[in-house]
């Protein structure tokens, strides 16, 4: 598969793509070449470039991907343990917007104007 049909079925710039290879987030068992040394790349990649995409939606970073694609599998447990983390990480962001919110709340109900000055009653 040539990589602007990768690019077109699994949503992503070129660029992306080309991105991901050179750091090693996509793998080399996904990128084989042809007589003419052109990348192809195996039909297998849309599956995983929508892991990676899922990751990255729900807070991994790029590094994290890495270092997951680098230790080239988990047990159960590892995966397990790196999820709840996450989600741990999520909950607390979570937590601290809930707060901000309802201080914005408080300043509503404060009645604070700025009509007279930033901060005056």
């Known amino acids: 598969m040539k990589i602007s049909e990768v690019a077109k079925i699994a949503e992503l710039p070129i660029s992306t793509i080309r991105y991901y290879e050179s750091i090693g987030i996509i793998t080399d068992e996904y990128v084989l070449r042809d007589q003419n040394n052109y990348r192809k790349y195996a039909p297998d990649i849309i599956q995983y470039l929508e892991v990676v995409k899922q990751c990255l939606a729900v807070g ?61 009653y």
């Open 60 to 120: 991994f970073t790029i590094q994290d991907l890495q270092s997951m694609i680098s230790k080239n599998g988990f047990s159960k447990m590892e995966q397990t343990s790196i999820i709840q983390e996450k989600i741990s990480e999520i909950e607390e962001a979570q937590k601290k917007l809930e707060m901000s919110k309802q201080n914005l709340y408080n300043i509503l109900e404060s009645d604070i104007t700025c009509e007279d000055g930033f901060g005056k």
